[in-house]
């Protein structure tokens, strides 16, 4: 069983900057492709950015290229969602997942393990 617990979401400006935390817990999750998620009440979990199981590679959705980066410390078992240039439409509760697999997944079915989830808003 692996726990994830997000953490660092809170209020901000727009153009302003919030940095993500995600602590594993149960098992370490090197090798394990890591991800984070966003959804608004009412909405669709929707993808935001992933990192593979070695790190080498990440993904991001085309709405937040350019202004989020995922990182990791497998030492620490903690990832990590730089979000720089935020806009209100980045206002979401915003999840940490873990998937089973060293590739990354861009949708909620790949992914195994979920936190509970941190909320960001982004006031204009």
């Known amino acids: 069983q692996v726990q994830l617990v997000e953490s660092g979401g809170g209020l901000v400006q727009a153009g302003g900057s919030l940095k993500l935390s995600c602590v594993a817990s149960?098992?370490?999750?090197?090798?394990?492709?890591m991800g984070w998620f966003r959804q608004i009440p009412g909405k669709e979990r929707e993808f935001v950015a992933a990192?593979?199981?070695?790190?080498?590679?990440?993904y991001y959705a085309d709405s937040v290229k350019g202004r989020f980066t995922i990182s990791r410390d497998n030492a620490k078992n903690m990832v990590y969602l730089q979000m720089n240039s935020l806009k209100s439409e980045d206002t979401a509760d915003y999840y940490c997942?873990?998937?089973?697999?060293?590739?990354?997944?861009?949708?909620?079915?790949?992914?195994?393990?979920w936190g509970q989830g941190t909320q960001v808003t982004v006031s204009s």
């Open positions: 997942a873990l998937r089973f697999h060293r590739m990354v997944g861009t949708i909620p079915l790949e992914y195994d393990f």
């Open positions: 149960g098992r370490t999750i090197s090798g394990y492709a």
């Open positions: 990192i593979s199981g070695s790190g080498g590679s990440a």
